[in-house]
């Protein structure tokens, strides 16, 4: 098996990453301190049992996940309605009922995306489904839902990463797959944990991934060596880019670059939880290392390019959900495009996920029994 294939179709490469980012030195913003001083406003508007995403349907309302598996459409104002017809979830700890995302055919097609650890003999296993959102009289229910992909082989513990983006051109779909917990999967090209798969929109592997020649796995890696990828999104220029959980340090934001190695568990700007040590990415320069890093942690959550008009100050800025900082998190990127921590902001909650509106609102919501959705406008 060729795993070290050259990208075959230099076109995409080209559609998918406008220019490369010089590869400067890692910044550490892990020592950077929170502020209370906000310039927004945070409304509260509805609660819920452990949510885990936020997917904004065209018309401004939402869709939001609970953890232990319900789905439920939101209004702006926090009318909430509950999704029937959801798949059954395997809910402990990390695992559960996880991402969903609005399709780009939504308009004619009313699907949408979920990702969730599906239960089984074997163990629990990552998978993403596709179904049909019927929405009538004041009712919602899934239709016709179907899996479109499945872990394989099954088990391993959290960590389950599960985050779906679709592609500019609305034409594929990007998964994030965490390495659950077995750290040397992640550089097993025949296991998807740690990594970043490309598929069609109906699940099939497209003829221009990396390794589109081989079956199953190595076709539908993008890329390889991730830990626990909980954001994934594609910026206004096109450029993909992830953030992943390090292990005792070294959280990572990442651009997303096909057939690239990004190094776990070979390397990491962290150690082990045993306080073993962890070769730093500067002792592998074949594999690709974070240019932002965080060293003590932030665990991020939820990744979201910043495009409306509430607050042009951050056009262009990813907004970081952050777990273990309890904060929100800007982050700026320089005319070369090397991203930094621009602002964070202590939220006194742990923050799971984070959406911007049509409207240009920023939306977040916590990661507790009693997860507050929050709207952010512009301090009055």
């Given amino acids: 098996m060729a795993l070290h294939k050259t990208f075959a179709t230099l076109a995409v490469v080209a559609a998918l990453v406008a220019a490369p980012v010089a590869h400067a030195e890692?910044?550490?913003?892990?020592?950077?301190?929170?502020?209370?001083?906000?310039?927004?406003?945070?409304?509260?508007?509805?609660?819920?049992?452990?949510?885990?995403?936020?997917a904004f349907m065209p018309d401004g309302r939402m869709l939001i996940t609970e953890k232990p598996g319900r789905i439920f459409v939101v209004t702006q104002s926090g009318r909430k309605v509950q999704v029937g017809n959801?798949?059954?979830?395997?809910?402990?700890?990390?695992?559960?009922?996880?991402?969903?995302?609005?399709?780009?055919?939504?308009?004619?097609t009313s699907q949408v995306y979920l990702t969730y650890t599906e239960p089984g003999a074997e163990g629990s296993r990552l998978v993403l489904t596709r179904a049909g959102l019927s929405l009538a009289?004041?009712?919602?229910?899934?239709?016709?839902?179907?899996?479109?992909?499945?872990?394989?082989?099954a088990g391993g513990g959290g960590q389950p990463g599960g985050i779906i983006a679709f592609d500019p051109a609305g034409t594929h779909l990007f998964l994030s797959v965490g390495d659950r917990m077995l750290p040397n999967s992640a550089q097993d090209p025949l296991q998807a944990r740690g990594k970043v798969l490309r598929l069609n929109l109906d699940g099939s592997t497209p003829s221009d991934n990396p390794m589109a020649e081989d079956k199953g796995v190595p076709a539908q890696t993008w890329t390889t060596?991730?830990?626990?990828?909980?954001g994934l999104a594609f910026a206004a220029d096109g450029r993909l880019w992830l953030h992943e959980m390090g292990p005792r340090g070294g959280d990572e934001l990442n651009l997303i670059e096909p057939g690239r190695n990004?190094?776990?568990?070979?390397?990491?700007n962290g150690d082990n939880y045993d306080g073993t040590p962890i070769p730093r990415h500067a002792t592998r320069p074949d594999l690709a290392a974070p240019p932002?890093?965080?060293?003590?942690?932030?665990?991020?959550a939820g990744l979201?390019?910043?495009?409306?008009?509430?607050?042009?100050?951050?056009?262009?800025?990813?907004?970081i959900g952050g777990l273990r900082a309890h904060a929100l998190v800007r982050v700026a990127f320089r005319a070369d495009g090397q991203p930094d921590e621009a602002e964070r902001w202590d939220m006194g909650e742990r923050i799971r996920d984070v959406a911007v509106a049509p409207d240009g609102a920023v939306w977040i919501i916590e990661d507790s029994s009693s997860g507050r959705l929050r709207r952010l406008t512009p301090a009055k």
């Fill in 26 to 54: 890692s910044i550490n913003a892990g020592g950077r301190m929170a502020t209370a001083v906000q310039p927004f406003d945070a409304q509260s508007v509805a609660e819920f049992d452990t949510p885990w995403a936020i």
């Fill in 86 to 108: 959801v798949p059954a979830v395997a809910a402990r700890g990390q695992n559960g009922l996880l991402d969903i995302a609005v399709s780009p055919t939504f308009a004619t």
């Fill in 137 to 153: 009289n004041d009712g919602a229910t899934l239709t016709d839902p179907v899996v479109i992909w499945r872990q394989t082989p």
């Fill in 225 to 230: 060596g991730h830990r626990n990828p909980y």
């Fill in 262 to 268: 990004y190094g776990w568990p070979l390397v990491s």
């Fill in 292 to 300: 932002l890093y965080w060293d003590p942690v932030i665990a991020p």
């Fill in 304 to 319: 979201a390019f910043y495009d409306g008009a509430m607050f042009p100050q951050w056009k262009g800025s990813a907004l």
